[in-house]
């Protein structure tokens, strides 16, 4: 249940490549939200292996999920857009228990076109040989209501301008 006044938390979601911190950018001036980066909390050992092509530890990851928790619960006031992974239940239902109106949008599509998009960019910080592993441990969302999924193959502009519907119906605003 939904506390009256209670901050929107937009959660940008999808595997590494899918455009979660370009979309999230784009709402978070579009709405005047906080925005937030899921990577930049991230500890220097985590750092580390995504470097070297390794994979994150449980107890790397857990570390990761409860600075995002903690900084959000510390600082509820302001709304804010995240971009964040979200590829388990259990780490989006993490966000859902901090006291925001919280509302998710999937960005989902094809591996190779995901694929594509990486080996097309500079400086981004998983390499494309990770996208396998995500997307085993991506896990679609079944009975959650709160998460819109959108299709990659549309345009920047179709997924923002949707989202910005999306949100607008959402929040009411």
Not at 24 to 48: G, I, M, N, V
Not at 79 to 108: C, D, K, M, N
């Amino acid at each position: 249940m939904i506390k009256p006044n209670t901050p929107p938390l937009v959660v940008i979601m999808g595997v590494s490549g899918c455009g979660k911190s370009s979309l999230a950018t784009r709402l978070a001036k579009h709405f005047d939200y906080r925005f937030l980066e899921a990577d930049d909390f991230h500890c220097e050992q985590a750092k580390k292996r995504i470097q070297q092509n390794l994979p994150l530890t449980e107890e790397i990851r857990e570390s990761w999920i409860n600075r995002i928790t903690v900084f959000l619960c510390q600082n509820l006031q302001p709304p804010t857009v995240l971009a964040y992974p979200g590829l388990r239940r259990e780490h989006r239902q993490r966000l859902r228990e901090l006291g925001y109106h919280s509302i998710f949008i999937l960005l989902h599509g094809d591996k190779d076109l995901i694929s594509q998009r990486m080996n097309s960019r500079d400086g981004h910080v998983l390499p494309s040989s990770v996208l396998t592993s995500q997307f085993s441990a991506l896990q679609l969302p079944e009975n959650e209501p709160d998460i819109f999924t959108l299709d990659l193959q549309q345009s920047p502009e179709t997924l923002t301008t949707t989202s910005i519907a999306l949100l607008n119906q959402a929040f009411a605003l």
